[in-house]
């Protein structure tokens, strides 16, 4: 039973968030902007982007950075992402990733997506308490399929 609820309430908060939020705005933009060079849990042309918000920049092992970018060592958050959508040479002068955003809303809605899945990892659901210094993984998938 309590499963159940719980696998309900998922759903329904997936539902509210299929209305056109920033969120699903900037999914809709992600897929038509960067999707050709980026994907959310595996490198292409550019690196992975789940979890990018709150990351030090060009922090992934494994992922060929350019020195440019290699040389930014703070974390992208709103302003950072902002400038970098805006024209990335502004933040990383030589970087590899030639593309820009001109438009300030579609920046936005697109940071909220990135922002949206930063705490998440595939079908987990990160649940921390409160400042305690402990948080759990609870698998959706297993529970709800
Ligand atoms: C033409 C290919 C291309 C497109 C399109 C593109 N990117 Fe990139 N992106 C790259 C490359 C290549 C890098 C690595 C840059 C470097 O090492 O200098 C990168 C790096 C990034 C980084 C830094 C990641 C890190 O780990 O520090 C972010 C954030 C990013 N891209 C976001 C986006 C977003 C959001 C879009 C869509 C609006 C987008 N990119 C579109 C190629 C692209």
């Avoid at 899945?117 to 990160?126: D, F, Q, R, S």
């Amino acid at each position: 039973m309590f499963v159940k609820i719980v696998c309900m309430t998922v759903a329904g908060m997936a539902i509210l968030l299929a209305f056109d939020t920033p969120e699903e705005r900037g999914k809709d933009l992600f897929v038509r902007r960067c999707s050709g060079c980026h994907a959310l849990d595996t490198e292409k042309e550019g690196p992975r982007l789940r979890g990018v918000y709150g990351r030090q920049a060009a922090s992934l092992r494994g992922f060929a950075y350019s020195d440019a970018l290699k040389k930014v060592t703070t974390r992208w958050d709103d302003a950072g992402l902002d400038r970098w959508l805006s024209d990335p040479d502004t933040v990383a002068p030589g970087t590899d990733m030639e593309f820009r955003v001109a438009n300030r809303d579609e920046r936005k809605a697109l940071i909220a997506y990135l922002k949206s899945l930063a705490g998440t990892h595939g079908g987990y659901l990160h649940v921390s308490v409160g400042r305690t210094p402990w948080s759990a993984r609870v698998p959706l998938d297993p529970l709800c399929s």
